[in-house]
Structures are given as structure tokens and as C-alpha cells.
């Protein structure tokens, strides 16, 4: 055995390593795990759980896009009771890290949903997914405004002691200044990046591809895109960092903690290769071998600009 | 449910456009049931990034069997592949059709790239059930009988066969179908899916169909290939995990 040490603390909470898989692409873990040790991964995070259970958007769901892929499921999902009666009892066989992402139309909802899951000790984190419209507001994304996330924020931080992540939205001007509001209102961490608004149309039909019209794109194609969002809340704000975004191997890995990330997640990747994120551990610690690398999180915010 | 790796045998061109891969894959073969489905990795890199989802179309010893026409990028890659090359398929996927049971006779109904399934289904059944295969195009290029037997076929255009939808071809056997003893099997484009699905219901015909949808993992975790249960309005049934296959009554087409 090496010497090696590939373990990362995001804020309190602790991670063997630094490799995390990402909602809405592991479902609950079962299927997953037919591929891959779980217990071998640094946390998986659910898809994202509302309240009451969601149908999600018609067909058609995706497509594909040059290197990457456009998505709308609608945030479909078993809904937070279920999710605890049906889907916690498999995933308390393992000895991961489980975070549970939290999606809601409402802040009385998001914190509802938050208290609800809070006492289940399997429970290690929340991850807050504010890519959602704000029903009450008038349907602009949570994650569009300042003042929505900073409310959301210290709402949710209000009824749970759990180590809070707050997944933050491209789809805005100055990344920072979400990620400044999240540190300020008690937020443990930030989570950097969810989807980015694309579309797609069929130039034959002159309809779109998908349903939903408008996507989120994820995949190779939006990793510059997404390694930027993470420098730029590196440089400006003072807060833990989980870089998410195209990662396809663990050259991207270690990119992505060079210009900030504490921890990264993995997307549209395990839809290709669901055994690539255990792999990818592996080939981190191969990596701090031939590199003389002893703590891989010393690589976190190690840029020479 | 597994990644294996596994080189092409050959790549026949049988058809204009259409292509059967021979692949030697012990693991698969061993226990892929007919109706399932493999998601295939054409290339390393990110072009195309997804997985390719096909039908597995026949089975013999150690070797599977793909068939499928060039429609875009993924589909010309893998025309290419050559005698040693490997295949990273991802599989076996969904639940197949339900070949078993008491009916006598079975009815293939196939429409286009439909027939891709069919040639396993008439190995495995071919010897214990009577096989009526109606195969429809919309004209002579689009029929594809490979590996079936007892086949009639049927064309839009007329250019081969009976002259129009291959539903209509089954209309035209009605008297002769006993709807106790008989059992319709399925795959083709949504509009037929949906013709046949009215016949059936109509003549009270037990039919399973195989269903397409654009997919992201195959496995069951982006949720990406919703389909509408008629019998839950809360819930989208998974093409990729509760089916491909279904029984016509339980899903809206
Ligand atoms: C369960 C299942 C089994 C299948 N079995 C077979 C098979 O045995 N043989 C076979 O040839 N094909 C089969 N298909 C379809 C096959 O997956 C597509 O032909 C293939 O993905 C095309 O890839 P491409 O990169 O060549 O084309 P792309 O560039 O991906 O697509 C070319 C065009 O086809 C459209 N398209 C692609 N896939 C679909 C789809 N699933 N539904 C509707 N439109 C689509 C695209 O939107 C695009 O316009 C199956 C699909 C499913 C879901
Ligand atoms: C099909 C699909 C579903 C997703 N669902 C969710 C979700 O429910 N909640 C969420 O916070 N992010 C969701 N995401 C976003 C991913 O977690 C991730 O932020 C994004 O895909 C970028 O990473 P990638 O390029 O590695 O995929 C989803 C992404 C995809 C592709
Ligand atoms: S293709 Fe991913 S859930 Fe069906």
C-alpha cells in the first residue's frame, strides 16, 4: 500500500477522496452499483428530491450535442418519503458519504424537505440545487438571484447542522458573488456547475428536440466553461469549492482542484462508463506516486497565474 | 449488467443500408434473452459521446448479433469496424419478450429496422409455435426478412408485396386468427406501434411491442426515456429498464 493520501474535507465533512458522483446521474445507487464499488467512491449525491414525488417532463428528454448532451427530465423523482422508506435502506448497506440534493418550487418547501431528511443518520450532507424555478416569485430561477439563494441559504442553515453545499447556477454574470452570499448566510460549501441553458432544433421539422425546448448541457463541452466558474470563486471568495463539469478522466480531476476544487463531481460521465469514477481513483493515486504529490487536496487552488 | 469488450467477427452489408455485425461475445451470449438490448460504445473519445443503444438480433454459440442501418455518425462508425476491432458494449439491457406460454401461434410484426429482434425470437420459438411474419416498408428497400420465416411482406408504395401498411396485412388475416392460441410480437416505428396496438386491442390480441426512445445511459439512472403507463398518471414507465418491451395495453404509444 502506498502512502498516498487522497482524502479532502469540505468543510466538516470528510471524504476518503475527492471524487463524488453527481445528481440526477446515479439516481439512488442502485443501478450504479451493479458497476462499481460505492464503498471505493468519495460520496454520491442523489438526484435531486422535492417534497412530494415528480412525474417529470414528456418525451423527449435528451439529445445530443457535440460533446456533450442536452437534458429537461423535470426534476422527476420518488419524492422525499419515499425516497426514505424505498431508497435510504439500500444505501445504508454502504459505506459512502450520501448526499442528499434538494429541489423545490417554494423556500418553505426547500426547508421543509431539509427537515424532513435532516435526522436520517445515513444523511451526511446537503447539496441545495437552486436551478429551479421559483413558483412564488413568478418562476425565475433561485439560482438567477442573489437575494433568492442568499434567503434560501440561511433558511435552510436554519434547521440542519449537516454540513450545507449549495449548488450554484452557470447561468449568471459573476458566478462569485453567489458563492460570497452562500459564505456569508452559513453555507458550508459551494457546488460549481450545474447545467447550462442550450437548446437544440431539427432544422427538417424546425421544432426542437426536446420537449422542454431549452436543456441543461453537461458533458466534455462545458468543462472550460465550468473551470473558469471555479477560478473565478477561487480567486474571490473564501469558501470550499466542488468542481462539476465534463469530466471524462483524472487529468480533468486534478485541473479541476488546481484552479480551486476541494472535490469534484462526475456527471454524463457514468452514463458511458459507470465504472470510470472507481477507476479514476486509481489512476489519482497513480498520479501522486509519479508525481511526488503526497495529499492530493494540496493541489486544491495550487494555480501559478 | 456489464461493460465487456468484444472483437467484431465480420461486418456483412446484407441490404443497400443495412448491416449485421457478428461479434464474439461469450459473456452476452450466454445469457442475453431476446428483446434485450445493448448500449454500444462506438468511440474512445467524445465524438459521438453517448452510448449507441441496439436491439440484439440473433444469437449463435459464443456469437451476437447486431443489425442496423448508417443513420448518423455513431451508426457510421460502427459500419466500419472490422474483423478484430473491439466493441465496448454495455449490456445486456431491459426485459425482452415474454416468449413463453400457452399460445400456439405467434405473429411477427416488423416495420423497417423492426426485423432487428426477430431473427433470435424465430430460433428460440421456431420449433414449439407456428410463426406468421408480416415485414412492411414503405417500399422494396426497406423490407428486411433476415433470419425470418414464413414471412408475407407489404410496401407503401406497392413495389413489393401487399400494397400498404403491414397493420392492414394483418387485418386481412383476421378470420384466420385465433385470438386465444395467438400471440403478436412487435417492433417498428411509433405509428405502427400505435395502428397495431388499436387492432389488437380491438381484436383482443395479446401483443407485446418493442419501443424505442432517445437514451442517455440505458441502465436506468438519467431518466431520459420516459414513456406514459396507462395504468399510472403519477409515474413515467423507463423504455431502457421496464421495457424496451411492453404489452401494448400498458403503455400509451
Ligand atoms: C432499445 C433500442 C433498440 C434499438 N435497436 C436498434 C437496432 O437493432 N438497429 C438499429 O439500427 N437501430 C436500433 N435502435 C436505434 C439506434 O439506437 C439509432 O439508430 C442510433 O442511436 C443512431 O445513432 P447514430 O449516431 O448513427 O445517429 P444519430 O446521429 O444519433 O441520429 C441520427 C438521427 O436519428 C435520430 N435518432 C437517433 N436515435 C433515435 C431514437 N432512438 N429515436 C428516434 N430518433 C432517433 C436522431 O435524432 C437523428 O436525427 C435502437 C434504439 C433503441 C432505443
Ligand atoms: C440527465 C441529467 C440529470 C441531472 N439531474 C440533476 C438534478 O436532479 N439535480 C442537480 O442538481 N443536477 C442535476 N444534473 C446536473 C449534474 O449533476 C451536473 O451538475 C452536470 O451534469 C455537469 O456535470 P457533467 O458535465 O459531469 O455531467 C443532471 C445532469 C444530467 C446530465
Ligand atoms: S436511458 Fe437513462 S434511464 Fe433510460
Redesign the interface.
Known amino acids: 500500500m502506498s502512502n498516498i493520501d487522497l482524502s479532502v474535507n469540505i468543510g466538516s465533512l470528510k471524504l476518503r477522496n475527492p471524487i463524488m458522483l453527481a445528481s440526477?446521474?446515479?439516481?439512488y445507487g442502485n443501478?450504479?452499483s451493479?458497476?462499481s464499488d460505492l464503498n471505493k467512491l468519495g460520496a454520491i449525491v442523489t438526484?435531486s428530491l422535492s417534497l412530494k414525488?415528480r412525474?417529470?417532463?414528456?418525451?423527449?428528454?435528451?439529445?445530443?450535442t457535440?460533446?456533450?448532451?442536452l437534458?429537461a427530465?423535470g426534476l422527476?423523482n420518488v419524492g422525499v418519503d419515499v425516497f426514505l422508506k424505498e431508497k435510504i435502506p439500500f444505501l445504508k448497506q454502504f459505506d459512502v458519504p450520501l448526499i442528499c440534493n434538494i429541489a423545490a418550487s417554494s423556500v418553505e418547501e426547500y426547508v421543509e424537505c431539509t427537515r424532513n431528511l435532516t435526522s436520517e443518520e445515513t444523511i451526511k450532507a446537503f447539496e441545495i440545487n437552486v436551478s429551479c424555478p421559483n413558483v412564488k416569485e413568478g418562476g425565475l430561477q433561485f439560482g438567477n438571484d442573489v437575494n433568492a439563494v442568499a434567503n434560501v441559504t440561511a433558511k435552510v442553515r436554519a434547521v440542519t447542522n449537516k454540513p450545507l453545499i449549495i449548488k450554484l447556477s452557470p447561468n449568471v454574470s459573476y458566478i462569485s458573488e453567489f458563492a460570497k452570499v452562500v459564505k456569508d448566510e452559513g453555507g458550508d460549501a459551494v457546488s460549481a456547475i450545474n447545467t447550462l441553458v442550450g437548446t437544440s432544433f431539427n432544422i427538417f421539422t424546425k421544432k426542437p428536440k426536446i420537449f422542454n425546448v431549452n436543456g441543461g448541457l453537461s458533458?466534455?463541452a462545458i468543462k472550460p466553461i465550468a473551470l473558469a466558474k471555479v477560478l473565478e470563486i477561487s480567486r474571490k471568495v473564501d469558501i470550499p469549492i466542488i468542481g462539476i463539469g465534463g469530466i471524462?478522466n483524472w487529468q480533468d480531476v486534478v485541473e479541476f482542484m488546481i484552479v480551486g476544487a476541494s472535490a469534484v463531481q462526475i456527471g454524463?460521465l457514468?452514463?458511458?462508463?459507470?465504472?470510470a469514477p472507481e477507476k479514476i481513483i486509481k489512476q489519482l493515486e497513480d498520479y501522486c506516486i509519479a508525481s511526488n504529490v503526497e495529499k492530493l487536496s494540496n493541489l486544491t487552488a495550487s494555480y501559478i497565474l | 449488467m456489464f461493460i465487456v469488450n468484444s472483437p467484431v467477427v465480420e461486418t456483412l452489408q446484407v441490404h443497400e443500408n443495412i448491416f449485421i455485425q457478428k461479434i464474439h461475445s461469450p459473456e452476452i451470449a450466454s445469457i442475453i434473452k431476446p428483446g434485450q438490448f445493448l448500449n454500444v460504445r462506438v468511440s474512445v473519445n467524445s465524438f459521438p459521446l453517448l452510448r449507441r443503444p441496439f436491439s440484439i438480433c440473433d444469437v449463435n454459440g459464443e456469437n451476437i448479433f447486431l443489425m442496423f442501418n448508417i443513420l448518423g455518425e455513431g451508426t457510421k462508425i460502427l459500419a466500419k469496424k472490422q474483423k478484430g476491432d473491439l466493441i465496448d458494449i454495455l449490456g445486456p439491457l431491459g426485459n425482452g419478450f415474454n416468449l413463453e406460454g400457452e399460445y400456439k401461434n405467434a405473429i411477427i410484426v416488423a416495420g423497417g429496422l423492426g426485423s432487428a429482434p426477430f431473427p433470435l425470437v424465430t430460433r428460440i420459438i421456431k420449433n414449439s409455435k407456428n410463426i406468421l411474419s408480416l415485414v412492411g416498408g414503405r417500399s422494396t428497400q426497406d423490407i428486411i426478412t433476415y433470419g425470418m420465416q414464413n414471412v408475407q411482406v407489404s410496401t407503401d408504395d406497392g413495389s413489393q408485396g401487399f400494397n400498404g401498411n403491414v397493420v392492414q396485412l394483418l387485418e386481412k388475416h383476421l378470420a384466420n386468427i385465433d385470438n386465444k392460441t395467438t400471440k403478436v410480437f412487435a417492433c417498428g416505428p411509433n405509428a405502427m406501434l400505435r395502428a397495431l396496438k388499436d387492432f389488437c386491442i380491438k381484436n383482443n390480441l395479446d401483443c407485446e411491442v418493442s419501443t424505442e426512445s432517445a437514451m442517455a445511459c440505458g441502465f436506468g439512472i438519467c431518466q431520459g426515456c420516459p414513456i406514459e403507463s396507462t395504468t399510472n398518471d403519477d409515474k413515467y414507465l423507463l423504455v431502457c429498464k421496464d421495457g424496451p418491451v411492453f404489452n401494448v395495453k400498458d403503455v400509451v404509444i
Open positions: 440526477g446521474t446515479v439516481g443501478e450504479i451493479e458497476f438526484k414525488p412525474k417529470g417532463n414528456p418525451p423527449q428528454r435528451i439529445v445530443e457535440p460533446a456533450g448532451m437534458n427530465i422527476a458533458g466534455p471524462m454524463t457514468n452514463f458511458i462508463d459507470p465504472t
